[in-house]
C-alpha cells in the first residue's frame, strides 16, 4: 500500500474542510478526488504532500508514517504536479526535468551520468525527448504540463499528486496529458492521486484498464468513495453540485464509452430547475 490515509480531518482557523476522510491506495491505481469549489480538493492534497499538517488523523506513505519523513526522502516517495507552474528563468526543458533528481542529490548535489539518463528517460516516456534543447519559457501550456510531468516522473516516485493538471488545455493536449499518464501508471507500476474538475477522466481511466476509483469531497458531508460508477450519477452530482446531468454509454471501437454531459443548474433544496 502506498498511501494509507486513516480519519483525516483539517481546518482553517475555525472552518473546518475535511473532516473524518479515510483513503487508501494501491501501486498501479489512480484516485480522482472530484467536488465543488471550496470542498476541499487542493487541502487534501497539501496533507498528502506534507505541506499541512492535518489536526487529527494520520497519513501513512509505503507503512510509514508521513510526519517521520525528512523533506528528501518523501520527495523520493511522491512527486507533485501543480495546477499551474510559471517559467522566470530560460532553462532547457532538460534542465528543468533535470531538477527532479534532487530528490536524491539534495539541492546542493552535483548531478551524475545515472541522474541525466534517468531525465532522458523520463522525456521519452512522456514524450517530449523532443523539447529536451527548447527553452521552457516558451513552451505552450501543454507542453509546460507534459515537462512538469516528466520532472515528477525523473523522480521516480511511488505516488504521483497532480493538482488540476489538464485545466485549460485544449482537447488535443488534454487527451495527449492522459494518455501519457495512463502509460505511465502502468509502466511504472506507480500510483496517482488526482484532483480534476474533469469528472470524466475517471471514466477515461477506467477505459484505459486501470483500477480506478473516484472520492467525492462535499463541504460539510462525509466523503463519497468508490468506483466511477458508482459515485459519477445523476443523484450524486444533483447532490454534490447541484445541476442535472445526463450519463450516456455510447459504444466505439468495441467499447463502452461513458460520458456526462450537463444539462442545466438546479435548486439543491427543492430539486427545481
Known amino acids: 500500500m502506498i498511501l494509507d490515509i486513516r480519519a483525516l480531518s483539517f481546518s482553517y482557523d475555525a472552518s473546518p474542510v475535511l473532516r473524518d476522510v479515510s483513503l487508501s491506495m494501491d501501486a498501479g491505481e489512480i484516485v480522482c478526488v472530484v467536488g465543488p469549489n471550496g470542498s476541499g480538493k487542493t487541502t487534501l492534497l497539501d496533507c498528502v504532500t506534507g505541506y499541512l499538517r492535518p489536526q487529527q488523523g494520520e497519513i501513512d506513505i509505503c507503512a510509514k508514517p508521513l510526519r517521520t519523513y525528512r523533506r528528501q526522502a518523501l520527495a523520493q ?6 495546477q499551474h507552474h510559471h517559467p522566470t528563468f530560460p532553462y532547457r526543458v532538460r534542465d528543468v526535468v533535470l531538477m527532479g533528481r534532487t530528490a536524491h542529490t539534495g539541492l546542493l548535489g552535483a ?5 541525466a539518463e534517468a531525465a532522458d528517460d523520463a522525456m521519452r516516456q512522456v514524450g517530449i525527448d523532443d523539447l529536451a534543447d527548447r527553452a ?10 507534459l515537462v512538469m510531468l516528466a520532472r515528477a516522473l525523473a523522480q521516480k516516485p511511488r505516488l504521483i499528486v497532480l493538482d488540476e493538471p489538464t485545466v485549460s488545455l485544449d482537447f488535443r493536449n488534454e487527451l495527449q496529458f492522459l494518455e501519457a499518464l495512463t502509460a505511465l501508471v502502468k509502466a511504472r507500476n506507480i500510483g496517482a492521486l488526482i484532483a480534476t474538475h474533469a469528472l470524466s477522466h475517471a471514466f477515461f481511466f477506467e477505459r484505459a484498464g486501470i483500477p480506478v476509483r473516484t472520492a467525492l469531497l462535499c463541504k460539510g458531508q462525509p466523503m463519497r468513495l468508490g468506483t466511477p460508477q458508482e459515485i459519477l450519477t445523476r443523484e450524486t452530482l444533483a447532490d454534490a453540485f447541484g445541476v442535472e446531468a445526463q450519463i450516456s454509454e455510447t459504444t466505439a471501437q468495441g467499447e463502452t464509452v461513458r460520458q456526462i454531459t450537463l444539462l442545466r443548474t438546479i435548486d439543491k433544496e427543492d430539486g427545481t430547475a
Do not use: C, M, Q, W
Not at 77 to 82: M, S
Not at 136 to 145: A, F, P, V
Open 136 to 145: 521552457y519559457h516558451t513552451l505552450s501550456g501543454g507542453e509546460l504540463r
Open 111 to 115: 548531478f551524475s551520468d545515472a541522474d
Open 77 to 82: 516517495k511522491i512527486a507533485y504536479v501543480p
